[in-house]
């Protein structure tokens, strides 16, 4: 067994190096996931001798993915069929200013507060769309990107549902919604407060350019349609964290129930239209737009670090860490700053694996979500968020990383302040 574990992290750190570099190499990091968790847990059952405990352990793991998986897809479908009633409207139809300051400020306030009630991931998406329909220049388009990317990681980290590693430490028992929001919301806003401020100042003076053509139009829904699909899609999210402290069933289940209430709705709004107009309005549309993709990569990556986790390399790292750097403190920081070149889902679930017995009163759990959920922004390619804002805005890393990064770092270590002050404290 003992000549088993080097082999295994020899395996997750070649799939982890494909998944950095999936620009380069040209394989999705999906494809690069599910192949290292395929070899990882074949090996182990293969050259462990124990399959029957092996297979025990794969159960395991199953179930806690399953759990995340669950969530994340009733949450994703959710803003689908917002988004496709037009429902985002509702926000957009309001940022109306001539003063280029003005807009940054209330395109970062909006995406932190957003991405806080949605994800940052869906978040960053609907601002940067919405940017494309409000700023003509494609330099002042990349630079609210990139505001965009570090407010939508900021209200994530402060928030259960805001990232997909705080859901996952909220899942695993190691967070609770009101102790994330209390002792994280202050420094995820100076995490934002600091750039915001940063690149307003090269701002000053400049109006807004409008593009020169609007958008194409998409299919019209009526007001009442709209409003019924924002306020109950945003209703149902932001109720899930009631229903988990309400019964004591996991988020899974009260987002699905969401979802089928949502969906239940939809049909009865429009059960009076034709087959090929309610079509892109219903839920079956909005399960073939949700990113897959994205899903099918946490799958691979949570399957990868499980095999990390029952092997206990993660608790012997653990106690490399303790051994050599001791402040918990600065672990946990030094894991976001890792979250700026790796993603931040594998990190949190090997932190999970490494302080599996841990509870919310013996390890920092709120200041992981901080660290590993804004430390992300400090490189373009460190989130979910900043990798959509390249897709979509064509962000370059050099680009990123010397207009947006250093900003970004100087807010991360200034959030990381405040949120050792306010600890302090006793707040």
């Known amino acids: 067994m003992f ?26 990091k999906s494809a690069s996931a599910l192949v290292g968790a395929g070899v990882l847990w074949t090996l182990y059952a293969m050259l462990s001798g124990t399959q029957e405990l092996v297979a025990a352990q794969l159960g395991e793991t199953l179930l806690e993915t399953a759990q995340v998986v669950f969530f994340l897809m009733g949450a994703m479908t959710i803003v689908e069929v917002v988004d ?69 990681n900021a209200g994530g980290a402060s928030s259960p549902i805001g990232d997909v590693t705080t859901t996952m430490l909220w899942i695993a028992g190691k967070i609770t919604p009101s102790g994330v929001i209390q002792s994280v ?43 019924v699909m924002f306020f109950l899609g945003l209703g149902i999210l932001v109720a899930v ?25 939809g049909e009865v709004i429009h059960r009076g239209k034709q087959d090929e107009d ?25 399957f990868a670090v499980g095999v990390l986790e029952h092997t206990e390399v993660l608790g012997a790292m653990a106690g490399w860490l303790d051994a050599h750097v001791g402040h918990q403190g600065v672990i946990v920081a030094l894991i976001g700053l890792a979250s700026a070149v790796v993603d931040n889902v594998p990190l949190v679930a090997a932190s999970l694996g490494m302080y599996a017995s841990g509870s919310a009163a013996d390890f920092p759990w709120a200041f992981l979500a901080y660290c590993a959920g804004t430390g992300g ?21 050099g680009w990123y990383a010397r207009v947006i990064g250093v900003p970004a770092a100087v807010g991360y270590f200034a959030g990381i302040a405040v949120y050792l002050v306010q600890s302090a404290l006793g707040g």
Do not use: C
Request: no cysteine; proline share 4%; net charge positive.
């Open 84 to 152: 496709a009633h037009g429902g985002f409207d509702v926000i957009t139809t309001h940022i109306r200013t001539r003063k280029l300051t003005t807009l940054l400020v209330l395109v970062g306030l909006v995406t932190f507060l957003l991405s806080a009630i949605l994800d940052n991931l869906t978040t960053t998406i609907v601002m940067v769309s919405l940017l494309r329909r409000v700023l003509g220049r494609a330099d002042d388009r990349m630079l609210f990107a990139g505001l965009v990317v570090i407010a939508a």
């Open 241 to 265: 964290p009631v229903f988990k402290t309400l019964t004591h069933l996991p988020p899974y289940l009260g987002i699905l129930f969401g979802l089928g209430l949502l969906w239940l709705v």
């Open 278 to 302: 309610k079509a892109p309005l219903t839920m079956v549309h909005a399960l073939t737009r949700i990113d897959m993709s994205s899903i099918v990569f946490f799958i691979g990556i949570l």
């Open 185 to 227: 919301f202050l420094a995820s806003a100076v995490n934002l407060a600091v750039p915001l401020a940063w690149i307003a100042r090269g701002l000053r003076g400049r109006t807004v350019e409008p593009p020169v053509e609007s958008g194409v139009g998409r299919l019209e829904t009526t007001s009442f349609e709209k409003n």
């Open 377 to 397: 922004s400090i490189l373009v390619i460190g989130s979910a968020a900043g990798v959509a804002a390249m897709g979509l805005e064509r962000l370059e890393f």
């Open 3 to 28: 000549a088993l574990l080097p082999l295994l992290v020899l395996v997750f750190v070649v799939a982890y190096a494909a998944i950095a570099l999936e620009q380069p190499l040209g394989v999705h």
